[in-house]
Structure formats: structure tokens, C-alpha cells
């Protein structure tokens, strides 16, 4: 609902997740980060998306992201398997 992730999409409430892992937080252009993530340095890997994504708001205070974050483990698995895909 607030990304895209298709190679080339527009950006929507969130920036287009299409090649996210590996890239540097806060670098797709067109979009309106928060400061939080645009200076915040963070490479979204593998571990680190899944610390993320358990509470976006506890890892990087001052995000934007409206999100309260997956607590299963196996959750945050699907998902950062899912944005392993977008990708060339």
C-alpha cells in the first residue's frame, strides 16, 4: 500500500522498494526521506532489515515509516526474502 516494487516505479507514501537490499537508507531520488534515514548511513542488508522491520521506530528514531514493525521472526524472513527479489 505505501511502496512500490517494481523496476522503475514510482515512489508512493514510501520509496520504491526495487533494489533495496544493499542500498544505502535514503538515496532513491524523488523522494522525501526523513532526516532520520537520509543521514542516518544505514546499508539496508539482510540483518539489518530484520532488526528494522521488528520496530522501524526503535531502530531509527524520527522515521517517517508508519509502521509498527513484524514481531515473528519468520515474518521479517518473508519479507526481506521478497525484497531479495527485487532485483536484477
Not at 508512493?12 to 526495487?18: E, F, I, R, T
Not at 542488508?45 to 515509516?65: A, H, I, Q, S, W
Not at 519468520?74 to 527479489?85: F, N, P
Amino acid at each position: 500500500q505505501c511502496h512500490t516494487g517494481n523496476k522503475g516505479g514510482n515512489n508512493g507514501v514510501g520509496p520504491n522498494l526495487w533494489g533495496l537490499v544493499g542500498r544505502k537508507s535514503g538515496t532513491i531520488e524523488g523522494f522525501s526521506y526523513s532526516k532520520a534515514n537520509s543521514e542516518s548511513g544505514v546499508v539496508w542488508t539482510r540483518e539489518v532489515l530484520d532488526v528494522y522491520l521488528e520496530n522501524p521506530k526503535k531502530f531509527m528514531p524520527g522515521t517517517k515509516m508508519a509502521f509498527a514493525g513484524l514481531k515473528k521472526a519468520q515474518d521479517r524472513a518473508d519479507i526481506i526474502a521478497y525484497l531479495e527479489s527485487l532485483t536484477d
